[in-house]
């Protein structure tokens, strides 16, 4: 996996896999961030998006190229796809990464 690339995980809104796997991931991120000494540019963020048809709804979970390095093992078995940088939208956040100050909102720039 590449240093410099995003990746993404994709599940039904509705499956047990978005809260299983999706915010299990995001509850380990913590003390893996911790493990790794903290590492500036870690986040990951969440967006709720829509099939062309509005009929399906999907969780996404965006890693940025740092996180997506330090979850490599775990991403890798479910089919992490690359991707660019996500677009913030009205259904979109931060789901780990610096709440308080704005170094996980640069990352989008």
């Known amino acids: 996996m590449s240093e410099s690339s995003w990746r993404k995980l994709v599940f039904p809104f509705t499956s047990n896999e978005a809260t299983q796997v999706g915010w299990g991931i995001v509850h380990l991120a913590e003390a893996r961030h911790k493990e790794l000494g903290s590492p500036a540019n870690f986040a990951i963020f969440h967006s709720t998006e829509f099939s062309e048809d509005g009929r399906e709804s999907f969780a996404v979970f965006y890693f940025s190229p740092v996180a997506a390095a330090s979850f ?30 704005s170094e996980s909102w640069d990352l989008l720039k």
């Open 72 to 101: 490599a093992d775990i991403l890798a078995r479910y089919s992490a796809i690359p991707c660019d940088a996500p677009v913030p939208h009205e259904m979109f956040g931060i789901a780990f990464g610096d709440l308080h100050g």
